[in-house]
């Protein structure tokens, strides 16, 4: 796996980036109904992630992984501060950002589940504005990628969670982006599936030159497959480095004591 050094070509950089939510107080307090609230789910993040690096976002569920991962794929707009991914800004070049980068996350509601698993390619190769041959040439190529050749005629609603998420990596590798962002990807999956997406991060993706940014709050996760993490508590980056380092640092103690309760509960 390669390892992040202070000389890798830097894809993804962000400065003081943060995301506040605001939203009335509604019936939960009648007398106040009208008043705003605001709720800061990101907090002046500063991160720096390499080519080729598969970087962690590790925390507990609510500490903004979630929110911090969907504007980095542009989907939300950041509050503040400033980012750039593959050399573009998040928020000047948006077009440019989205042909670049792919999300696959555990929560995957939008293929259509009475269409085959092909068929569901290329309407995603249209709607990213693949041509017709490039299609035709592309769709072969990432079915065999993530092993889905044999099931690509089957309806997406046959399919075991495992083959779901091959399928979403199958759609993410139509374009070709530099970075694929992973929100909590094994979820649900069993043991050898879970086996099998990790090493297709680093057999494929990583070692062509792909960069992964997945956000997990599996300890035994992040210390197998992540070159380094950030440690995120509260909407806020509370560290960055390789896990071994990060794991003997007692004022992060009570972080990865919570990551170890919510492991055992999702186990």
Not at 37 to 45: I, P
Not at 65 to 82: D, I, N, Q
């Amino acid at each position: 796996m390669l390892k992040y050094h202070h000389m890798a070509e830097v894809v993804l950089q962000t400065q003081g980036l943060s995301k506040e939510f605001t939203k009335r107080r509604g019936l939960s307090s009648p007398l106040h109904m009208f008043d705003k609230v605001t709720f800061t789910a990101v907090r002046g993040v500063d991160l720096t992630v390499g080519r080729g690096e598969v970087f962690g976002l590790l925390g507990p569920n609510g500490a903004g992984k979630t929110t911090l991962t969907k504007m980095l794929c542009t989907l939300l707009l950041p509050s503040r501060g400033s980012a750039t991914i593959c050399g573009y800004d998040l928020v000047r070049q948006q077009g440019k950002i989205k042909s670049s980068v792919a999300l696959i996350s555990s929560e995957e509601r939008s293929f259509y589940w009475r269409l085959s698993g092909r068929e569901n390619l290329k309407f995603f190769a249209a709607l990213y504005g693949l041509s017709a041959e490039r299609a035709y040439q592309r769709i072969p190529e990432v079915l065999e990628l993530v092993g889905m050749t044999d099931a690509a005629a089957r309806r997406f609603q046959e399919y075991s969670t495992g083959m779901k998420q091959r399928m979403a990596l199958a759609r993410g590798l139509l374009g070709d982006p530099e970075i694929f962002f992973m929100d909590e990807p094994t979820k649900g999956l069993d043991p050898v599936a879970t086996h099998q997406l990790h090493d297709f991060i680093r057999d494929r993706l990583v070692s062509d030159g792909k960069t992964v940014v997945l956000a997990t709050h599996h300890l035994a996760e992040a210390e197998e497959v992540c070159d380094r993490v950030g440690v995120m508590y509260g909407g806020e980056m509370k560290a960055c480095g390789p896990i071994r380092e990060l794991a003997g640092d007692a004022t992060l103690a009570e972080y990865f004591l919570s990551l170890v309760k919510e492991s055992q509960v999702d186990h």
